[in-house]
């Protein structure tokens, strides 16, 4: 049973919204903010300040809904890296890179994986990523880390580095499946 009052919070709010359209989801959103005197950000922020749950909470029970997926298998039911983006509300270009990455590490755990590669489906699906380095570095130096570097191969600063998403990685990907509208 979960106990914690924030999650259940959440839980509730987006059962009670997920069916409205974005409109009356602002509306209601906007009215609550104002009768609790508070005030709603609208600019998304970093993937890497997205609440991750850990192994002694109890949020894994909110990514249990059975039209989501929640184990990284279930990241391979998506045929394309497009459609499991298409799943994601508004993805910060940190979330997009996230996602891509946990995606193409699913399809193809033996794969290297690497800013390129992440870029290229990225740039196939319309949103490349000018400087790819900038957002992996951002996920590498995040805390917890969500995605870490392997290895390095040369010694200039453009050197290929390959990559591998940590299972905080994943759960963050998982968190924002389970509630696709929520801002990071």
């Known amino acids: 049973m979960i106990d914690d009052p924030e999650i ?3 839980n509730t709010a987006y059962t009670a919204l997920k069916e409205l359209d974005a409109e009356a989801m602002a509306r209601n959103l906007n009215w609550l903010a104002t009768k609790l005197g508070i005030s709603l950000s609208t ?50 270009a940190e979330e997009r890179v996230l996602a891509v990455a946990v995606y193409l590490q699913n399809k193809d755990p033996e794969n290297e994986l690497t800013g390129f590669s992440i870029n290229k489906e990225l740039k196939h699906i319309g949103h490349g990523v000018k400087n790819i380095t900038r957002p992996v570095e951002s996920l590498v130096k995040s805390t917890p880390q969500l995605m870490i570097q392997l290895r390095k191969s040369g010694k200039t600063r453009q050197a290929k580095k390959t990559y591998r998403v940590t299972e905080e990685g994943v759960k963050a990907v998982k968190l ?9």
């Open 43 to 92: 600019k998304p922020t970093s993937i890497a300040h997205l609440p991750l749950p850990t192994s002694a909470s109890p949020a894994k029970n909110l990514l249990d809904a059975p039209d989501k997926p929640t184990e990284p298998s279930d990241f391979g039911s998506f045929a394309t890296p497009a459609e499991f983006l298409s799943k994601i509300h508004e993805p910060s």
């Open 8 to 10: 259940i919070a959440l």
């Open 176 to 184: 924002r499946l389970a509630n696709p509208a929520a801002q990071a």
